[in-house]
């Protein structure tokens, strides 16, 4: 099925060093958004962009629609530990049955106290 | 709590067993969404329910998978006849009717084929 490009595939940083991660594609959608996933859990959602070049704030978190709809990046500031996980893009559509969200591959991150 | 809850949380099979995985989704959410999430891999879009209706199962990979709906709540995952290939973590996620209305995830179903 179709997935998104997101990189980088895996981050290893030090606590407190800012992230920065993105997802492209080769269509546009109308919404991106941006989920955590921890082992053994659901993803659990992040931050929702709804409009072109929209910029979100949730916390240390930033996210960005991209002008094109076709990218979008997460940035994370001031890491901690707990911020440990995989973090995957998903671009959303919507009309007749649409709805279902397509995901990217993912990005794990590892923090290191 | 209140949250989407799925069952069995771990499903062991043979090959060649029916398996039925279960969702229940947040009180009240119209939609409701299958995905299916293989080792190291984002999740991949299987079907989606409003309410009963099973409005789209273009992503069911073969037509051993089957998807119900019957009173609009709780959904049902049944796959037939389970191959290998068929072993991954089966999430369900539902949400309200209207447009940016988030999708909720549940913890999903890890399934092992044998």
């Known amino acids: 099925g179709q997935q998104l490009n997101q990189s980088p595939q895996s981050m290893f940083i030090q606590e407190g060093e800012d992230v920065s991660m993105n997802c492209t594609s080769s269509?546009?959608?109308?919404?991106w958004l941006w989920y955590k996933q921890e082992p053994g859990e659901g993803p659990v959602l992040l931050i929702a962009l709804y409009k072109a070049g929209e910029l979100t704030s949730n916390g240390r978190l930033t996210a960005q629609f991209g002008i094109t709809r076709k990218d979008s990046f997460l940035n994370i500031s001031a890491s901690i530990p707990s911020d440990v996980g995989i973090y995957f893009c998903a671009g959303q559509n919507y009309g007749g049955s649409q709805g279902n969200l397509i995901f990217g591959k993912g990005t794990k991150l590892s923090v290191k106290p | 709590g209140a949250g989407v809850s799925q069952s069995p949380r771990y499903k062991v099979a043979k090959r060649g067993q029916d398996v039925a995985l279960r969702c229940d989704p947040i009180s009240g959410h119209v939609s409701l969404f299958w995905y299916q999430q293989a080792l190291g891999q984002g999740p991949e879009f299987l079907t989606y329910f409003q309410n009963e209706a099973q409005l789209d199962k273009s992503g069911l990979p073969s037509d051993r998978f089957f998807a119900e709906r019957p009173e609009g709540s709780v959904s049902t995952l049944k796959i037939q006849r389970t191959q290998q290939e068929d072993s991954a973590v089966y999430l369900c996620?539902?949400?309200?009717?209207?447009?940016?209305?988030?999708?909720?995830f549940g913890d999903g179903t890890r399934l092992s084929i044998l």
């Open positions: 269509s546009i959608f109308n919404t």
């Open positions: 996620a539902s949400n309200n009717r209207g447009h940016g209305q988030p999708q909720h």
